[in-house]
């Protein structure tokens, strides 16, 4: 059956009093106050993601019935963490007309403090997280990404990122508790023998591996999630770099790359641009009051005012302090030989006042200013292609996507973030969405930057809502063989799309969204 288009007025009142019978009817959410909150603040189109409403179990048996009702009565389920994940859809669904289930309730935290490991409920916060650790002694760090308001089991599954060595959130997940379509629950890895106590010690069980099925995805509805947390270092040492020229930025690149992949450096820096610190701090008309690109007067008096280059990166070491000391001569000769305009150097030992940052795990919100550079109903939407390694073609990129923002009349902000082996190349568009003229542009400037890329052979790692189908269907190869794949998968789990329709471009036969 096709659920799609379904609005809010299509969910009974009958259904919802169902709802309200199993979570209490304080915690249905279906007037329109209700479906203007979990709404996405930042959408191009607010009718696009409408939801009917939400409901917020508390209880994994409580989301099997809710579940039960939902594949009986047709209702596609959005499940959200708490619903944070700003610039790729926030809590809203993909489908309008979806029930958004609320997970923020289910609060509850085991911690493993010999081995390092939690089991958490997708309700808790980086700052839920970061509070209870703190009142243990903080023998364990976070990895928190920029904007850290969000869910630690809602940011992995979507694969967020942190600054520490565990900043690939997702590559931290040790096993996993879901709620499937048809309302069975299962535990991925030694999580499925029971008793046993190594559930978040070993990934992958025994024969095939689950936990990252469940990543990116909409096979099922995590309930628990196991992750591993960095154990307290003794010191802390780096360098804070700024670099002058935008073609510093592949020289940059190839000179982190390879300290990055023997391990000297375990944690993946992130290279940004002059208008980080300013998007953050200052609104656009402190600076003109013209529209277009920002001219290259104004980017001057940008860099001149906070002192920063065309692009700046911050590296960091963890761990015993001997180590650190010998890796840090180490970083200092390979970064001088690029002859940085600056290079501040930070260093910190246990016992010492701890700097709020995110190199020492701690939440922030701070960065999520940037949704206020144009003023308005501000906010970001992201375009973060995958790229090599390679100083040449990351400058290629940014020429590229350089070259469309101004074609496009957008202000520039870009980071080139390391992983292991491959960067990721985060654009935020910075909106206001009480701007007709520069919304207008929004569509057709993320279409163009997709499709600019994907002639490159280059694919985006994580989307908004919007473009889900259209970024997967470039993963192309085989006539889409990937995107058979996962709709065959979807549709033996969940053949009438209860959980998620459309997320990651994944739609049961049944729906007649996405490619093919
Ligand atoms: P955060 O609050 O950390 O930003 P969200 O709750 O917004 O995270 O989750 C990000 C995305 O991950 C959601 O849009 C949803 O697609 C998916 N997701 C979140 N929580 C769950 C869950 N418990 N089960 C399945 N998918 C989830």
Redesign the pocket.
């Known amino acids: 059956m096709d659920v799609k288009g379904k609005t809010a007025a299509a969910i009974a009142p009958a259904i919802i009093a169902a709802f309200g019978a199993i979570v209490g009817k304080d915690h249905v959410f279906f007037d329109e106050v209700d479906q203007a909150s979990y709404q996405d603040k930042f959408a191009i189109d607010d009718a696009r993601h409408h939801p009917a409403g939400a409901v917020a179990p508390a209880t994994v048996e409580e989301i099997q019935a809710i579940v039960r009702i939902a594949a009986d009565r047709g209702i596609a389920l959005?499940?959200?963490?708490?619903?944070?994940?700003?610039g790729?859809?926030?809590?809203a669904p993909l489908l309008a007309g979806s029930v958004v289930l609320d997970?923020s309730r289910m609060k509850k935290i085991d911690y493993d403090e010999a081995n390092g490991t939690v089991l958490l409920e997708?309700g808790v916060g980086f700052y839920d997280l970061y509070d209870f650790l703190k009142s243990r002694g903080m023998k364990h760090w976070l990895s928190v990404p920029g904007n850290s308001w969000?869910?630690?089991?809602?940011?992995a599954?979507?694969r967020?990122m942190g600054y520490t060595p565990y900043g690939e959130h997702a590559t931290r997940i040790c096993g996993v508790e879901?709620v499937m379509a048809d309302g069975l629950v299962v535990r991925t890895g030694m999580g499925a023998l029971n008793g046993a106590p190594t559930w978040q010690l070993y990934r992958f069980g025994f024969g095939p591996g689950w936990d990252q099925m469940?990543v990116q995805s909409?096979f099922?509805?995590?309930?628990k999630m196991g992750l591993w947390l960095m154990p307290a270092p003794e010191s802390l040492m780096g360098m804070d770099l700024e670099f002058d020229r935008p073609e510093d930025l592949g020289p940059l690149i190839d000179a982190i790359a390879p300290l990055r992949r023997e391990g000297l450096l375990q944690q993946s820096p992130t290279i940004g641009n002059w208008l980080r610190a300013a998007a953050v701090v200052t609104t656009r008309d402190q600076w003109t009051d013209k529209p277009g690109a920002l001219p290259d007067d104004v980017i001057a008096a940008i860099r001149k005012k906070f002192n920063v280059g065309w692009w700046g990166v911050s590296l960091r070491l963890y761990g015993r302090e001997s180590v650190n000391k010998a890796a840090y001569a180490i970083l200092e000769h390979e970064l001088g030989k690029l002859k940085p305009m600056s290079l501040r150097p930070t260093v910190w030992k246990t016992g010492e006042p701890l700097e709020a940052t995110g190199w020492t795990g701690t939440p922030l919100t701070m960065p999520m200013q940037n949704a206020n550079w144009h003023g308005g109903r501000g906010g970001h939407i992201g375009f973060s292609p995958i790229l090599p390694q390679s100083g040449a073609a990351a400058q290629a990129q940014f020429q590229r996507t350089y070259a469309r923002y101004k074609e496009y009349g957008m202000d520039y902000q870009a980071s080139f973030a390391f992983g292991e082996r491959h960067l990721i190349n985060v654009n935020a568009v910075l909106i206001n969405k009480d701007d007709a003229d520069l919304m207008g542009r929004v569509d057709p400037f993320l279409k163009h930057l997709i499709s600019d890329a994907k002639r490159q052979g280059y694919g985006e790692y994580r989307t908004h809502l919007d473009y889900m189908d259209a970024v997967a269907g470039t993963y192309d190869f085989n006539k889409n063989a990937l995107g058979q794949l996962n709709r065959k998968v979807k549709d033996a789990l969940d053949p009438r799309g209860v959980i998620?329709p459309g997320?990651s471009g994944i739609w049961p036969s049944s729906q007649s969204g996405g490619q093919g």
Do not use: C, E, M, Q
């Open positions: 959005w499940p959200i963490s708490r619903g944070k994940n700003l790729y859809g926030g809590s997970l997708p969000g869910s630690v089991v809602g940011n599954l979507d967020g879901a469940f909409n099922g509805i995590v309930t998620a997320k």
